[in-house]
């Protein structure tokens, strides 16, 4: 009696301890083969109607705005007496930039002061011939010598200020003035420079740099995508996420024989002087829309055996896969059929994730 005891009690415990395995094994399978870790860890793109045009992305640099820039000369030679402005700066219109010292400014003004010394003699010497003359004490001969040198002189005094006024200066010393309101962007002098007669090159040019050029360059390929009115997005090294909206203003229709390649000009608003000479820009040309269709990022585009797949995130908790068809492929973007607008689908790891699920 004993022994069946303890034979009933080992077939129960052994009844039990298979049953609890059973139990443990059903507790420990899953039919999400993607760990609930994994799912929340997915980056996700939402799908979205979005416009099909074709872009064409150039690359090109920030100049000047050529009508709204000025090259200062100096009219006379001489030296670099003192400089008052400095590459950069701002000036303002009939500002003094740089002062010279010139012997030719010092021959005008001397020339205009033996003019103006002769002029006022000749006028003396005919105002007093025309007294003599109506008191019969002079002839008219004498008149009208007289008359003859004043008027030389004066024409000599008009030639005279007139050279002075385009020269300028006075005492031996020529100002340099800023012609427009802008930015220095040349300056080609120092303090004591020396200035010659024949010096054919600018000693500064001045900008206004509210509205500047970007000149993009376009390959052969892409000629035809190009347009004049075709708005663009230009983009900077120094602020690459700021988007700086224009529209192409002119086509240059030649190419460079070097590069191969045809220049086209975007004219800027610059109101706070972001956009600075030389910078290099990349371009973003956006042609003629073709319509409307839902677009991802191509990224996310999944390939098996020839045919077009996503992951699809679904309530934060299920992926799911769906199959698509790209119709069009334009820069990073992938225009599909097969997905709703609104869905997300993964852009990351989508690879690994697509043979997970297919394997379950």
């Known amino acids: 009696m004993n022994a069946f005891r303890t034979y009933l009690t080992l077939l129960l415990t052994f009844g039990l ?14 039919d999400n083969p993607i760990p609930d870790s994994v799912i929340n860890k997915t980056e996700t793109a939402p799908v979205e109607m979005d416009d099909v045009a074709e872009s064409v992305k150039l690359n090109g640099k920030v100049i000047p705005n050529e009508s709204k820039q000025a090259k200062v000369y100096a009219l006379v030679s001489g030296k670099i007496k003192s400089l008052s402005v400095e590459l950069g700066d701002y ?19 001397n020339d205009l002061s033996l003019a103006q010394s002769n002029a006022d003699i000749t006028k003396k010497n005919l105002e007093s011939t025309e007294e003599l003359y109506k008191s019969n004490l002079a ?45 220095v962007i040349e300056k080609t002098i120092t303090n004591n420079s020396e200035v010659r007669q024949d010096n054919n090159a600018s000693l500064f040019t001045v900008a ?86 839902l677009s991802i990022p191509s990224k996310a585009v999944v390939l098996d055996d020839s045919k077009q797949y996503v992951v699809v995130k679904k309530d934060k908790k299920q992926l799911i896969i769906k199959p698509i068809k790209v119709i069009k492929r334009i820069g990073d973007k992938s225009f599909v059929t097969g997905l709703n607008e609104g869905d997300q689908v993964v852009i990351n790891s989508q690879v690994f994730l697509y043979e997970a699920l297919n394997t379950k």
């Open 91 to 109: 000036v303002k219109q009939g500002q003094p930039m740089a002062v010279l010292q010139s012997t030719e400014v010092a021959g005008v003004t």
């Open 208 to 293: 206004d740099l509210s509205v500047v050029w970007v000149i993009a360059s376009v390959y052969e390929s892409d000629i035809n995508k190009i347009h004049i009115g075709d708005n663009v997005i230009v983009n900077t090294l120094s602020a690459p996420e700021k988007n700086y909206q224009g529209r192409i203003d002119k086509i240059y229709d030649v190419l460079d024989p070097a590069s191969r390649t045809m220049k086209v000009r975007i004219s800027m608003s610059n109101p706070h002087n972001e956009l600075k000479p030389e910078m290099f820009a990349t371009i973003n040309v956006k042609g003629k829309s073709e319509g409307s269709m």
């Open 17 to 30: 301890a298979v049953s609890c395995k059973q139990h443990a094994v059903v507790a420990e399978k899953d």
């Open 139 to 183: 002839t008219e001969k004498d008149l009208t010598s007289a008359r003859l040198e004043f008027n030389k002189a004066s024409s000599e005094l008009n030639r005279a200020t007139q050279v002075s006024s385009i020269t300028g200066g006075s005492n031996a010393t020529y100002v340099l003035k800023a012609p427009i309101n802008g930015t």
